[in-house]
């Protein structure tokens, strides 16, 4: 079955970039049958989308994140990433990778499997 | 702030049904199918409902989902203590042009 596993710093000082990786098992995240996202819960609190990509090279981004966030895919190591900079402590959250089966139909959005999530700190 | 409202905690005794709403506007979940997630204390969310009532063939019957207007709801049948969870509903939204969550709600099992 697909798996999907979020690597990367845990800690990240203010106002520097924030970087994670998503490597994908057991399925191909070039298929074409799925986009690869990210989303995000600080802690205590609910989840906030933060995009995804598709690797025919469509990314579509969280307006409210937007000017701060890329999203990029490896397709020969199966992973895709997340940078977020200019981080503060309101970044502080557990992040999620994702596989999005809707693709290009937003009318029926969903998100079918989750990475385990990793915390990421914004602290000096 | 989430734009989609769920009551913040429900509650059932064993073997109860539980419903737990979600509201949206006419953006939302007026235009869009809805979604629900299961997240047990510490795990990741996990799909229970797509396209407002479909299961996935992990999640059994006893949870049923469902959509009138800019409101959906779902439905847990004969209430274990394992269901002890936070839900969350979501759904595009097409103003916003992000999918939106509810703000979760917080099932207790007495």
């Known amino acids: 079955q697909v798996q999907l596993q979020e690597s990367g710093p845990g800690l990240v000082e203010p106002s520097q970039t924030l970087s994670l990786t998503c490597t994908v098992s057991?399925?191909?995240?070039?298929?074409?049958?799925?986009?690869w996202g990210w989303l995000r819960q600080p802690a205590g609190k609910g989840l906030e989308w933060i995009g995804r990509?598709?690797?025919?090279?469509?990314?579509w981004y969280n307006p409210s994140l937007q000017s701060r966030v890329a999203i990029s895919s490896d397709t020969s190591n199966n992973q895709f990433s997340l940078k977020l900079t200019s981080v503060t402590a309101a970044d502080t959250a557990v992040y999620y990778c994702?596989?999005?089966?809707?693709?290009?139909?937003?009318?029926?959005?969903?998100?079918?499997?989750w990475g385990r999530g990793t915390l990421v700190s914004v602290s000096s | 702030q989430s734009v989609l409202t769920q009551p913040p905690s429900a509650s059932g005794t064993p073997g109860q049904r539980v419903i737990i709403s979600c509201s949206g506007s006419s953006s939302s979940i007026g235009s869009n199918y809805v979604s629900w997630y299961q997240q047990l204390p510490g795990t990741a969310p996990k799909l229970l409902i797509y396209s407002n009532y479909q299961r996935p063939s992990w999640v059994p019957d006893r949870f049923s989902g469902s959509k009138s207007g800019t409101s959906a709801s779902l439905a847990i049948s004969g209430l274990r203590s394992e269901d002890e969870a936070d839900y969350y509903c979501?759904?595009?939204?097409?103003?916003?042009?992000?999918?939106?969550f509810g703000g979760g709600t917080k099932l207790t099992v007495l």
């Open positions: 979501a759904a595009w939204d097409n103003s916003l042009r992000r999918p939106l």
């Open positions: 057991g399925g191909s995240i070039s298929s074409g049958s799925y986009s």
């Open positions: 994702a596989r999005d089966p809707t693709v290009m139909d937003e009318t029926d959005w969903y998100i079918d499997i």
């Open positions: 990509i598709y690797t025919s090279g469509s990314i």
